[in-house]
């Protein structure tokens, strides 16, 4: 059976929350009206994020700032978004200096 057109895309991100500065790799998948798979060519996937310090390249996705991102992806003219919560990194503060003995 040859699948019809996309018709809807699932985006599964390597992680679903991440640390400021950290990325994930968006893994993409589709399917016709008929719930039948779709091949996506990684070539054809554009993707988005609504923070526009995000690092976007191919299908990775870097997060310079701490906050709930939407990314979106497309294909052609189907989309899907998917929502990556970034932590800040953790504050390492100098130890205070040991009481002379």
């Keep these: 059976i040859a699948a019809g057109p996309l018709d809807e895309l699932a985006i599964t991100p390597t992680a679903s929350t991440v640390a400021q500065g950290g990325s ?6 589709g399917q016709d009206a008929f719930g039948n798979p779709v091949e996506i060519d990684p070539a054809d996937v554009v993707v988005t994020s ?12 870097t997060f310079p700032t701490a906050s709930p991102h ?19 990194a953790a504050v390492i503060t100098n ?7």
């Design 70 to 88: 939407t990314l979106t992806v497309r294909v052609g003219q189907v989309s899907a978004t998917v929502v990556v919560e970034v932590e800040p």
């Design 50 to 61: 609504d923070v526009p310090t995000d690092v976007i390249d191919g299908l990775t996705v």
């Design 95 to 101: 130890p205070a200096p040991a009481a002379p003995a």
């Design 24 to 29: 994930v790799t968006l893994s993409v998948t």
